[in-house]
């Protein structure tokens, strides 16, 4: 079982969390779904919700913003080790920061900002909690992907950012696709998809959380029994048996089976 104590290092997806308009609803979808045990935060937590895999932080789910408009979504944290130095670095690098970096009661400092491209994201400066404590485990996230309008002015803005160095395995016309690493030629810890090119239609930029699962299909079907809608249905790869849920309330996110592959990897996935 893949688990993580302690801060993660900067720029290293290390926490996902949906905004919902109905925390209760998404509670029991998603323990339905994945098995967390949810937990009631503190009362000054603002109605925001603890999913525990195996006992460990596994995720979160949140109410959306008083008064600001938006689509219930999953979100991509990145670690930070200071929320402050990234705000500054987004902004300069050509992105938004939405409202400047604040404290989250004594468990950490973060922000929201959205690349040049307008995929939104989050920044977790760690303090008493930590981000996840497990992942690449059924039921846990395993994977992050920027799908991007502007794949090539994304992998700079990340790079000015986080420092993130890219390995293109992609075809370079009709699958232009790249993982990203915190040092050139390490492992990769998340990838960029050109929504510009090839199938897909996508008509905007954003950040993809994908969770493992024990079972493609099975999680689908169960997903739809609970209220959600497949967006994707479930197709083989070399990275294992995937398809793609929209939630009951909106909010996208992808499942992988990833015991389960179909045909060789790409030249240096």
Known sequence: MPTHDGSW??????????????TARAREFYGELFGWEVQDSPPDAGGYLLALLGGRPAAG?????????MPSVWTTYFAADSADAIAEKVTAAGG?????????LDVGRMFVGADPAGAAFGVWEAKAHTGAGIYNEPNAYCWNELHTLQYKQSQEFYAAVFGWNYTEIGDGANFVYSTFSLTQGGDPVGGMNDSATGPGG??????????????????LDKGVELGATVMMGAQDSPFGRMGILQGPQGEVFGVIDTTKTVGEPPSGA
């Not at 789910?61 to 408009?69: L, N, R, Y």
């Not at 938004?96 to 989250?104: A, G, I, K, N, Q």
């Not at 996508?202 to 999680?219: I, P, R």
Request: proline content about 12%.
């Open 202 to 219: 996508e008509d905007m930029s954003y950040w993809l959380t994908w969770f493992q699962v024990d079972g493609t299909d099975a999680a």
């Open 96 to 104: 938004v920061v939405f409202m400047p970096p604040f404290d989250v």
């Open 61 to 69: 789910i949140g109410p959306k913003p008083d008064g600001m408009a």
């Open 9 to 22: 290092p900067q720029g290293t997806p290390c926490w996902v969390d949906t905004q919902v308009d109905d």
